[in-house]
């Protein structure tokens, strides 16, 4: 089973940590897990197993059209998509409706409720 976690990017933070933490341990179990970053690497960038596949998708706008291509096609690669953080996961409902469809597993770290 192939796994993506998406964040933003792996500065120093729980939802962060919480990437990191999360791939190793998937890596370390057996899984094929990549991180995609939208838009930098970040201190915890270290913290990450070796051969885990980072990707960079060094986003400067958020709606560029060319970076959302070239999104989806990585994202047809995995069997999971796990998006971190809303403002990702409304990014990643945009891209799968424009260009692949993909169910996205969202895990919100806010602790407020809506």
Do not use: C, W
Not at 7 to 21: P, Q, R, T
Not at 26 to 47: A, C, F, H, R
Not at 88 to 108: M, Q, T, W
């Amino acid at each position: 089973m192939k796994v993506l976690q998406v964040i933003d990017a792996l500065n120093v933070g729980g939802a962060e940590k919480i990437v990191v933490n999360l791939s190793n341990l998937l890596y370390n179990t057996g899984l094929d897990v990549s991180i995609l970053l939208l838009v930098k690497d970040g201190e915890l960038l270290q913290s990450v197993h070796p051969k885990i596949k980072i990707y960079r998708l060094e986003r400067d706008q958020k709606f560029s059209i060319r970076k959302m291509k070239q999104t989806s096609l990585i994202i047809k690669k995995y069997d999971i998509v796990h998006v971190h953080l809303k403002h990702n996961y409304r990014y990643f409902k945009i891209i799968s409706f424009l260009f692949a469809e993909k169910k996205i597993i969202l895990h919100d770290h806010s602790h407020l409720q809506h």
